[in-house]
T-cell receptor, first 113, second 116 residues
Framework: GENVEQHPSTLSVQEGDSAVIKCTYS??????FPWYKQELGKRPQLIID?????GEKKDQRIAVTLNKTAKHFSLHITETQPEDSAVYFC????????????FGTGTRLTIIP | NAGVTQTPKFQVLKTGQSMTLQCAQD?????MSWYRQDPGMGLRLIHY???????DQGEVPNGYNVSRSTTEDFPLRLLSAAPSQTSVYFC???????????????FGAGTRLSVL
């Protein structure tokens, strides 16, 4: 089955700096990669996703890049703000008729004012 | 429109007790799933359903039962609770269709379960 590794497990950055979280996956057939943000005590929420036919996707201050050859994808947050403090999870799945998303172990991001 | 509603929010059980975690959605979503979240392990899929009357196992199904008699409800049953089932449980739902990428998954607020 799929295995997703996520690094780092914790990350602290100064407000205004950039943060990068990296994930690697093992199943070359995985073709959909969502990222979730989970604030303390809250539910996970989808913040951005990417399909395997795209190398990069941006949404305001967040972006995701995908390297299919190396089987890794990354979340980039620029101009970080205090409200970006949360746990971020990556996931991978073979899209189409498959509910079995495999999640990474999470990254706790802390923005230092 | 309440989205995905989970009850209870918190529960403490003794080893061997049984209980049902409730999950209901009002978005007419066909697909529903149960996850558990443990420290340092991310979210792991327990069971899922692609429609009323249809369920299947996820990554960690042992010790849990599910049924789906209506589109709205997807309860998770612990028949004989064990300390290893101490976790935070999330229910999620999404609109139908086989393409996961086209149908955003919405999570409930979670149930924090402790088994002593």
């Amino acid at each position: 089955g799929e295995n997703v590794e996520q690094h780092p497990s914790t990350l602290s950055v100064q407000e205004g700096d950039s943060a990068v979280i990296k994930c690697t996956y093992s199943d070359s057939a995985s073709n959909y990669f969502p990222w979730y943000k989970q604030e303390l005590g809250k539910r996970p929420q989808l913040i951005i996703d990417i399909r395997s036919n795209v190398g990069e996707k941006k949404d305001q201050r967040i972006a995701v890049t995908l390297n299919k050859t190396a089987k890794h994808f990354s979340l980039h947050i620029t101009e970080t703000q205090p409200e970006d403090s949360a746990v971020y999870f990556c996931a991978a799945v073979r899209d189409f008729g498959n509910e079995k998303l495999t999640f990474g172990t999470g990254t706790r991001l802390t923005i230092i004012p | 429109n309440a989205g995905v509603t989970q009850t209870p929010k918190f529960q403490v059980l003794k080893t061997g007790q049984s209980m049902t975690l409730q999950c209901a959605q009002d978005m007419n979503h066909e697909y529903m799933s149960w996850y558990r979240q443990d420290p340092g392990m991310g979210l792991r899929l327990i069971h899922y359903s692609v429609g009323a009357g249809i369920t299947d196992q996820g990554e960690v199904p042992n010790g849990y039962n599910v049924s789906r008699s209506t589109t709205e409800d997807f309860p998770l049953r612990l028949l004989s609770a064990a300390p290893s089932q101490t976790s935070v449980y999330f229910c999620a739902s999404r609109a139908g269709g086989p393409w996961v990428a086209k149908n955003i998954q919405y999570f409930g607020a979670g149930t924090r379960l402790s088994v002593l």
